[in-house]
Structure formats: C-alpha cells, structure tokens
C-alpha cells in the first residue's frame, strides 16, 4: 500500500462528513480474513517458544469464538481482556470481532478500584485476565453484571481451544460498529470509555502503513502494551494488516528486546523515546545485528535530541518517523514524514491523509499559520464519543472535531509541533497520568488536606511524578506512597513527596499556582 496513491473520498458517518479512504476493508474482521487467504502459512505471531500461523491464528480465534458464544456472548457484549503481551490476547480479541463482541482492552497494571470502575462503567460481562491479578478482580458484588471469569496462566481455567465447534456464521457488522473500548483517564479524575469504530480504526492501520512504507510481512516486536492504543492501532494490527510477524514481549527490558530483533532480523518497531534511550544505553549494544530494523517509529513524549543525534549515528539506515495521536483519535493523527527526522526532530510532523486539523483560538475561531491555538483534529478516525457520557461528549467534541487540549502551531508547510498541554497532564514513559486522579487519591487519606500532583523531567521517562502534600498529622512518605499503590497504576504513584503543614500556593482567585510547585 505504501507505493500506491490512495483514492480518497468525502462521506457521512455519526453525523460528520469526513474524507475517507475508497478502497479499504469493511471491517478489521475483514482485514484480517484477507490476509489469511493469501498468508495462512505465514507465521503471524512469535510468544516466546509459541510461534502461530495466519492459519493456526484463524483456526484458534474461531474455536474460541464458539466457546465465547456458547456462554451467551454475542454482538455488542462488552469482554474485558486484562492481559499482558501475550497470544491469548490476540486470539481473545479476534474471536470477539467474530463475534461482534466489543473488546475492552485493560492495563494489566491497574489495581482493583480502577478495575471496578472500568466494568461497571462498560457493564462487562466476562473478564478473560491473567492469573496474577486475580487478587485484584473485584468480588461479585461490585460488579453485578459480570457473569464469566476466564483467567490466564499458571493455575487458569482458560480451556478455550477445546468444546463446542468452531463458530460457524458470523453476525452481521458494520464499520460504524464499536471494535472496543479504551480508556483514557481525564480533568475529571475519573476514566472515560472512549469508543473505537472498525471505520476509524481501518483508516488509521491503513494509513499509518502507507505513511510509514511498512512492507508486507515485516517483523516487528510489540514492546508497548497491546492494551494500549499505539500498541494496538499503531503495532499489533498494522502488523496484521501487512501479514507481518508479530514477535510479543512482556515486561520491557533492552538487552531483551535488542536480542529479540536480532534473532528475529525485526523490519520496524514502535518505541517510546525512554525504551530507545535504554536500548543505545546497553554496554553491547554496537554488536547487536540490527541491519533489517529499517523503520523505527516513536511518540508518547519528545524525542531528546541527544537521543535522535545517537540514533542517526548508530542506526543511519533506520527511518525514523514520529507519531502524534489520542485514543480519541484512534491513534495516529500526525505522522512525520520520512526524511524529515534529521531536521525535523523537534516537530510532530504533518496530519496523516484524511485528518484534519486545524488551529483554534479560545473563542473558537482559526489562527493563522505559526500562532499558538488549541489542535482540534477531525477524520474518520476521531471516535463517535464516549462510552455513554453525553456530558464528556459536549466538551470534548464539537461540530465533528475533537478538541485535544494540547497547545500547538502549524508552520506553513503543514508541520505541527505542541508547544504546551491544556491539561494538567503528566506523561512518564508514554504513559499518560492525569494529575487530578493521583490528587483525588491522596485526598482521600485522612491525614491528607489538600495535595498537588505536578511533573518533573527525567533524562530517561521523560517525566516522572512528583506530590505536594500538606498533612495535618503523624503520617510519612512511606505510608502515602504504599497508600497510592494500592489504589493506582504503579506508574501514577508519585516518586517524590513533599509534605509540608503550610497551605498550597494560590493566586488571589484561589487557583493553585503549579508553576512554583514545580520550580
């Protein structure tokens, strides 16, 4: 698809006109099925010593289907998948697109009042999970509609490729059909279901594969959680599109993953820049094999540009693309073109076919070129809205466009860099953590009188997480970090702590002066 000019078209969906791609597949179910036809004895995916056809892929998804079904679940059934890089995951997602199943990819990293939010929220009704974090599913109680359990691993009951007969006829799907839910924390503290169509998902798998000339049946490694939107829109299902080999790794660590693409002779990859920093920091890496890597993408946070200068010097071979985006906006939105990474490393890059973007003012009006406005991205790929939250729809969508949040420019040849977030927004190695979340937790402890969560830079994660917390009792760092953890991801948990028994810094209008706290 990459040497091909792609016929584009103007359509309606979810009340918008958006330019879409003309020829494309009806639905990732499709997608996928096509690749099977002409790749069934390719291998498609690599779990350690598990190595999977497109065939034995088809063959497991459909077997697993019929299991799906024969316990009730059907079109529109919300599935929780809370597990790790792993084939089960990938086989559990596309018996559920079979089936018409929205999926709800989960971090395996949460803990159990995260969990009990997102099932209740989505009305799951079965959890397939890993067997680690068992302890962490929340009792039948808290999640009433939950009816199935599948866990995943040593001691599991995952029994999913014996039983009834595979699957044999489909529903009927439609491209404005949800393909999951994802969700992204927000201001509000609490998380919201952003809703993937197959529509908008198709366009950006398609369009992140042209943009950034990924060939059929290259290798790859998902290094980033499959849980995740780049992980899932941006390198497992690329990577199917292509008929590719997927090579899964779990908990990310350099030395493996430079092992992994050696062995592997990996094509491309999708890394945060901290992940690429870890990997140029190994001791060995100049004997690592790595002539086949020829494509290496990146977001979630600013590529250093002592990091760019050591890649282009290393890996001169390797183009390099940057890749800006959103759950809301299916993933990619703005790519940057190859070639453009030596003199451009400090920009996103321009808005990928079929988005558009546009620079906004406060009062809702277009700046011009090199001015400093809020990113408002429109397309086929931004989502219809959230999981049943007409109240989170009305703020962050308006006349089809999404409102980022981010502050940003657009130069006159169509590049956009981000100049600063709206949102009181942390992103600690590609994870984002929204500072009001970890604030409303430490709140909650009864010696805590108010906190404030802010960033601070860190060569290697980008950023890390820092609280001001005033105290109006006995109570150490160690308490409020153990506190955290038992409510919040492991990367939300703030590193420093700053407790203090004097009030928090405001202006004369009360608003909380986070500059100075992060100075």
Not at 266 to 283: Q, T
């Amino acid at each position: 698809m990459a040497s091909k000019q792609i016929a584009l078209r103007w359509e309606s969906h979810h009340g918008r006109v958006v330019r879409c791609i003309a020829d494309r597949p009806s639905t990732i179910g499709a997608l996928f099925a096509s690749v099977v036809a002409r790749a069934s004895e390719r291998t498609g995916l690599v779990d350690g010593d598990c190595r999977l056809t497109y065939g034995q892929m088809d063959e497991r998804a459909s077997c697993v289907a019929g299991n799906l079904a024969a316990l009730g679940i059907g079109k529109g059934d919300r599935v929780a998948l809370l597990l790790d890089n792993r084939w089960e995951f990938m086989v559990a997602m596309l018996a559920c697109i079979r089936l018409g199943a929205i999926f709800v990819p989960m971090n395996f990293r949460q803990r159990m009042p995260e969990l009990a939010f997102a099932l209740n929220d989505c009305g799951a009704v079965m959890i397939i999970h890993e067997a680690t974090m068992s302890g962490e599913i929340p009792p039948d109680e808290e999640v009433p509609a939950l009816r199935h359990r599948i866990t995943v691993g040593q001691g599991g009951n995952w029994s999913m490729l014996t039983g009834p007969a595979p699957l044999a006829a489909a529903p009927e799907i439609d491209e404005d059909d949800p393909l999951c839910i994802l969700y992204t924390s927000g201001t509000t503290g609490k998380p919201k279901g952003a809703v993937l169509t197959h529509l908008g998902v198709i366009h950006n798998v398609l369009l992140l594969v042209h943009h950034a000339a990924i060939g059929d049946g290259f290798a790859s490694i998902l290094a980033i959680p499959a849980s995740h939107v780049a992980g899932l829109v941006v390198k497992l299902l690329p990577s199917l599109a292509v008929g590719g080999r997927l090579v899964m790794q779990r908990d990310f660590k350099a030395s493996r993953f430079l092992e992994l693409a050696q062995a592997e002779r990996i094509d491309w990859a999708i890394l945060v820049p901290a992940m690429y920093n870890l990997c140029l920091r190994e001791p060995d890496f100049d004997g690592y094999d790595l002539s086949s890597w020829r494509v290496g993408t990146f977001g979630g946070a600013p590529m250093p540009e002592a990091v760019a200068k050591m890649l282009a010097a290393k890996l001169p071979h390797m183009v390099m693309h940057n890749i800006y985006g959103a759950t809301e906006t299916s993933a990619p939105a703005v790519i940057l073109p190859s070639g453009a990474f030596s003199e451009r490393s400090d920009w996103l890059g321009r808005p990928i076919l079929c988005c558009d973007m546009i620079v906004m003012s406060d009062d809702g009006r277009e700046l011009p070129r090199g001015e400093a406005g809020e990113l408002w991205i429109g397309g086929p790929m931004v989502i219809p809205g959230y999981w049943r939250r007409p109240d989170a729809d009305a703020e962050a969508f308006v006349g089809g466009y999404w409102r980022s949040g981010d502050i940003g420019v657009m130069d006159e040849d169509g590049y956009v860099r981000v100049c600063d977030r709206k949102k009181d927004m942390i992103i600690r190695g590609g994870f984002k953590v929204y500072s009001v979340e970890v604030e409303n937790v430490l709140a909650s402890h009864p010696l805590v009188v108010e906190a404030a969560v802010t960033g601070y830079a860190c060569p290697v994660l980008g950023e890390r997480v820092a609280a001001t917390v005033r105290v109006s009792g006995d109570v150490d760092v160690e308490a409020l970090r153990a506190f955290c953890a038992s409510l919040l991801s492991d990367y939300k948990i703030p590193e420093r702590f700053e407790l203090i028994g004097a009030p928090l810094p405001r202006n004369a209008n009360g608003k909380l002066q986070k500059m100075l706290l992060r100075k």
